[in-house]
Nanobody, 123 residues
Framework: QGHLVESGGGSVQAGGSLRLSCAAS????????VGWFRQTPGNEREAIAV????????SYADSVKGRFTISRDNAKNTLDLQMSKLKPEDTAMYYC????????????????RGQGTQVTVSS
């Protein structure tokens, strides 16, 4: 049974940076695309990034393109999200998720997901 555990959330001022990490276990990591989505109370999930099996190809939502970078380490079964130039509207609970197909639209429906880590950006 697969598990994903996020870490690295916190509070930061606008313009700052944070790095989120996700540790995967209990499944064959390289058989899955992995990605991040975020959610605020009362709103739908927003997929923000996905990275392919080998890690060479990634896709981003327009809202984070150029500011966030997704990466994966298949030797360590980990997934990272480097966030820079953070804005107050980036405030949300961030979740890592694993599944297929490898499309940004599918990330919010990936069957494996973690418990989330909170990111708060103050103005």
């Amino acid at each position: 049974q697969g598990h994903l555990v996020e870490s690295g959330g916190g509070s930061v001022q606008a313009g700052g940076s944070l790095r989120l990490s996700c540790a995967a276990s209990g499944f064959t990591y390289t058989n899955y695309c992995v990605g991040w989505f975020r959610q605020t109370p009362g709103n739908e999930r927003e997929a923000i990034a996905v990275i392919y099996f080998g890690g060479s190809t990634a896709s981003y939502a327009d809202s984070v393109k150029g500011r966030f970078t997704i990466s994966r380490d298949n030797a360590k079964n980990t997934l990272d999200l480097q966030m820079s130039k953070l804005k107050p509207e980036d405030t949300a609970m961030y979740y890592c998720a694993a599944g297929v197909p490898c499309t940004i639209l599918a990330v919010t429906q990936f069957p494996l997901r973690g418990q989330g880590t909170q990111v708060t950006v103050s103005s």
